[in-house]
């Protein structure tokens, strides 16, 4: 357990130090969020908490490749799935990062996604098997498909739910908690374990300038950086080497910003809408219209979304 402590700790400090350093920068350079009809922040916000969050993610790896070394332990960058998930979180942080500095067309940005899932898939990132009470299911050459839809689906969720102060981050956290205990009890996840701890401890530390009232959002760059890091090691339990959980399992514990995505395409194709188009209909929106305050809001999503990572941790 040193290697994902470590990796926990730096990365929790180091997004705790270098999240107000960006803020300061963006606010700086004017790169702030502006107020709009379908955004709850009335004043305008740094973007940018994205670049925190990656600075603390690769700091928190180190520290476990580090810590690995100096104990006589034999991981390194080439273990597993690590070289697809590093590279991943480059280039979907990178992508992020350009669409909040100046804008992507919706369609553009997820034909990128799709870039970066095939990109991961290359490199050996891709749901091959789907085990479960039925044995073993090789999906041959389906795993393609599987995997890009996965990844994008993830992706997306987590920046669909990146509504109110803190909401994304904390559920972010919530459902790498339940990713690490899921691992532990899993063959040959060191590498994924440092990875979910390192990914938990940067979102820790910007968290603390994330909540309400926050002085930074994450942007594009956080969100999908998040909800690439999440769907990696869904893929990454589900194709442990000894038998991974079932396919179920990181559904379930990513269930509140998957229902909140399926919920937000279904009533836009019932009604006709551009599927891509944003709009003030999401859960959260909904729940604050029905009169609860930003803050009753996340810490009643927080709190589905401990209910059904902790089930999916029990069921794994």
Known sequence: MLIPITAFLLALATGWLLTPVVRDAAHGAGLLDEPEARKVHVTPIPRLGGVAIAGAFYVG????????????????LEDGHLPAILVGVALIGGVGLLDDLQGMR????LAAQVIVALVTYGLGLSIDRLDGPWGSLALGPWSLVLTVLWIVAIINALNLIDGLDGLASGIAVIAMIAFVVIGGGLQGMIPIEMVVA???GGVLGFLRHNLQPASIIMGDAGSMLLGFLLAAVGISLSQAPGGGVPPWIPVLALGVPLADMSWAVLRRVVARDPVFAPDKRHIHHQMMAAGLSMSSVVLVLWLLSAILAALATVLA
């Open 106 to 109: 919706a369609r553009v940005k």
């Open 198 to 200: 390192a990914g938990a």
């Open 61 to 76: 790896i180190a520290a476990g490749l580090v810590t690995a070394r100096s104990i006589g332990d034999t991981l390194n």
